[in-house]
């Protein structure tokens, strides 16, 4: 039985992805620095800048999902990702696996219209131009045919369970369930798009199962259309018994906040992503594995139950 290795045990698409893997029987092995056991999983420990630490979490793997997460830092980053990078490349070239490494939008920078798998690559925040980087690791074994590797973007996430990697998760979903008014960033009045985490989880087996979509990158499934900041936030106090108004946050405010927060002085270059609007197309993926995207209004009610339970 194929093993599938997932780099980045605790994160928030490995609880996505885990049950899809043990519903298909799949033979799963979880790494992370302390990995949380997982009754009929394997765990192991690793630290991925270290290169023999990282071969043997990977070593024996059919498939490899790249899903850790660093801290948001474009200085952690620079250090970081390309020794990461680096170390798994190696390791799975080492075992013969095939690696799916989830990424963000970051790398397209500024886009008019929607952003599809031909989007050029045009980065303008230093974390874009790190991911830029890293990817040109990745596409240097896609051309030479060292390694199997796909390439899957997805947008910021939403969905039961998320909260302190999503801005809807801890601006909508947190606030209204405090009986607060919803937030949002910048422009509630353009459309952005945000990915439903369970379908991230569905979407990346679906490309594992699939040789030929490797040494491709794909966009990962997202509904059409996509909803505005007031229509998200509407829909989510729909499901939360909250009022339909929603408090849009100035790019001023990440400014001011940033001379005492680091992590809003870090966000604050990616804001360019809510000023006019930031749509993803996934028809390439739909049409070619025959995925439907949960519509926003199912997903949407589905992470406000949670939210409402927990």
């Not at 070619?288 to 927990?310: D, V």
């Given at each position: 039985?194929?093993?599938?290795?997932?780099?980045?045990?605790?994160?928030?698409?490995?609880?996505?992805?885990?049950?899809?893997?043990?519903?298909?029987?799949?033979?799963?092995?979880?790494?992370?620095?302390?990995?949380?056991?997982?009754?009929?999983?394997?765990?192991?420990?690793?630290?991925?800048?270290?290169?023999?630490?990282?071969?043997?979490?990977?070593?024996?793997?059919?498939?490899?999902?790249?899903?850790?997460?660093?801290?948001?830092?474009?200085?952690?980053?620079?250090?970081?990702?390309?020794?990461?990078?680096?170390?798994?490349?190696?390791?799975?070239?080492?075992?013969?696996?095939?690696?799916?490494?989830?990424?963000?939008?970051?790398?397209?920078?500024?886009?008019?219209?929607?952003?599809?798998?031909?989007?050029?690559?045009?980065?303008?925040?230093?974390?874009g131009r790190i991911l830029v980087e890293i990817e040109s690791l990745l596409l240097?074994?896609?051309?030479?045919?060292?390694?199997?590797?796909?390439?899957?973007?997805?947008?910021?996430?939403?969905?039961?369970?998320?909260?302190?990697?999503?801005?809807?998760?801890?601006?909508?979903?947190?606030?209204?369930?405090?009986?607060?008014?919803?937030?949002?960033?910048?422009?509630?009045?353009?459309?952005?798009?945000?990915?439903?985490?369970p379908d991230i989880g569905r979407a990346l087996y679906v490309l594992a199962q699939?040789?030929?979509?490797?040494?491709?990158t794909w966009i990962l499934p997202v509904a059409s259309p996509t909803l505005t900041?007031?229509?998200?936030?509407?829909?989510?106090?729909?499901?939360?018994?909250?009022?339909?108004?929603?408090?849009?946050?100035?790019?001023?405010?990440?400014?001011?906040?940033?001379?005492?927060?680091?992590?809003?002085?870090?966000?604050?270059?990616?804001?360019?992503?809510?000023?006019?609007?930031?749509?993803?197309?996934?028809?390439?993926?739909?049409?070619?594995?025959?995925?439907?995207?949960?519509?926003?209004?199912?997903?949407?009610?589905?992470?406000?139950?949670?939210?409402?339970?927990?």
């Open positions: 039985m194929k093993l599938h290795t997932i780099l980045g045990a605790n994160g928030t698409i490995t609880t996505q992805l885990l049950p899809v893997l043990q519903h298909h029987g799949e033979n799963i092995r979880l790494v992370s620095r302390h990995p949380k056991p997982v009754a009929g999983t394997e765990t192991r420990s690793a630290d991925f800048l270290d290169a023999e630490q990282t071969r043997l979490a990977v070593d024996g793997s059919a498939i490899v999902y790249l899903l850790v997460g660093l801290e948001y830092s474009a200085k952690v980053w620079r250090r970081d990702w390309p020794v990461i990078m680096r170390n798994v490349i190696a390791a799975c070239k080492a075992a013969q696996a095939q690696l799916i490494f989830l990424d963000s939008l970051y790398t397209y920078g500024r886009v008019e219209g929607a952003i599809t798998e031909a989007t050029p690559t045009r980065p303008v925040s230093e974390k240097a074994e896609r051309h030479s045919g060292g390694l199997p590797a796909i390439i899957a973007k997805a947008s910021d996430f939403y969905g039961p369970g998320v909260v302190e990697k999503s801005w809807s998760g801890s601006l909508v979903f947190s606030r209204l369930k405090k009986k607060q008014t919803p937030q949002w960033l910048v422009n509630a009045r353009v459309p952005r798009t945000y990915t439903y985490t699939h040789p030929e979509a490797f040494h491709q900041g007031q229509e998200f936030s509407a829909l989510a106090a729909k499901y939360m018994q909250g009022n339909g108004k929603v408090q849009v946050l100035p790019k001023w405010l990440f400014s001011l906040l940033g001379l005492f927060i680091p992590f809003m002085k870090e966000a604050r270059e990616m804001l360019y992503q809510d000023e006019n609007g930031y749509v993803l197309d996934s028809t390439r993926f739909n049409q070619t594995f025959g995925f439907t995207p949960t519509p926003y209004e199912e997903g949407i009610r589905a992470t406000a139950e949670w939210f409402l339970k927990n």
